[in-house]
């Protein structure tokens, strides 16, 4: 089945550092893929997502681009906040597999450091 | 648009006590998805539905959960009776249903507390 693989956490940083969480994914068809925040005692909110291949999404500083070849969407953003501190989800919406949920990954917990 | 609208946000129950959680998803949506998130086992997809009708309820943990969607506009979680195992926090969702990928909208959450 298709599943979504992250960089285990904490990530500690400190303040203007550069931020990479990996994520790499397995779909038997050809996914869209999003980044999730979770900023403390909220929900999820949709970071970026991109639908095809080489696709780049882009939200507050944050990117991600859709590397098929090596099946992954890592997230970066060169220089972190402390705003920045959550929790962030990797997920994926494999469109030919129907109307399936999203798959998510186990998350990501990012803290920085003033 | 006001959102996914959930409630109540925090709940502190005694064990044995029914509990029901309630969502109200983003006008226009098709798709509602409940989830359940704890340290130990991350983000759980309990059940979805899509136009109001059940399609995938495996993730419901045991009988003593259930979910209705009476209308589009409302759907409730309960749990009966209620144990301390079931303390997490507890996620609405809702998606349209066009064009994927749109992704979802995700409530604030209800802590649950059982003790």
């Known amino acids: 089945g298709d599943s979504v693989t992250q960089m285990e956490g904490p990530v500690t940083l400190s303040e203007e550092a550069c931020l990479t969480i990996?994520?790499?994914?397995?779909?038997?068809?050809?996914?869209?893929l999003f980044w999730y925040v979770q900023y403390p005692g909220e929900g999820l909110q949709l970071l970026l997502k991109a639908t095809k291949a080489d696709d780049k999404g882009s939200n507050k500083g944050f990117e991600a681009t859709y590397r098929k070849e090596t099946t992954s969407f890592h997230l970066e953003k060169g220089s972190v906040q402390v705003s920045d501190s959550a929790v962030y989800f990797c997920?994926?919406?494999?469109?030919?597999?129907?109307?399936?949920?999203?798959?998510f990954g186990k998350g990501t917990r990012l803290s920085v450091i003033a | 648009d006001a959102g996914v609208i959930q409630s109540p946000r925090h709940e502190v129950t005694e064990m044995g006590q029914e509990v029901t959680l309630r969502c109200k998803p983003i006008?226009?949506?098709?798709?509602l998805f409940w989830y359940r998130q704890t340290m130990m086992r991350g983000l759980e997809l309990l059940i979805y539905f899509n136009n109001n009708v059940p399609i995938d309820d495996s993730g419901m943990p045991e009988d003593r959960f259930s979910a209705k969607m009476p209308n589009a506009s409302f759907s409730t979680l309960k749990i009966q009776p209620s144990e301390p195992r079931d303390s997490a926090v507890y996620f609405c969702?809702?998606?349209?249903?066009?064009?994927?990928?749109?992704?979802?909208?995700f409530g604030s959450g209800t802590r649950l507390t059982v003790v």
């Open positions: 969702a809702s998606s349209p249903n066009r064009d994927r990928p749109y992704g979802y909208t």
């Open positions: 006008s226009g949506h098709d798709y």
């Open positions: 997920a994926l919406s494999d469109r030919d597999s129907g109307n399936t949920p999203l798959v």
């Open positions: 990996n994520c790499t994914y397995t779909a038997t068809g050809y996914p869209s």
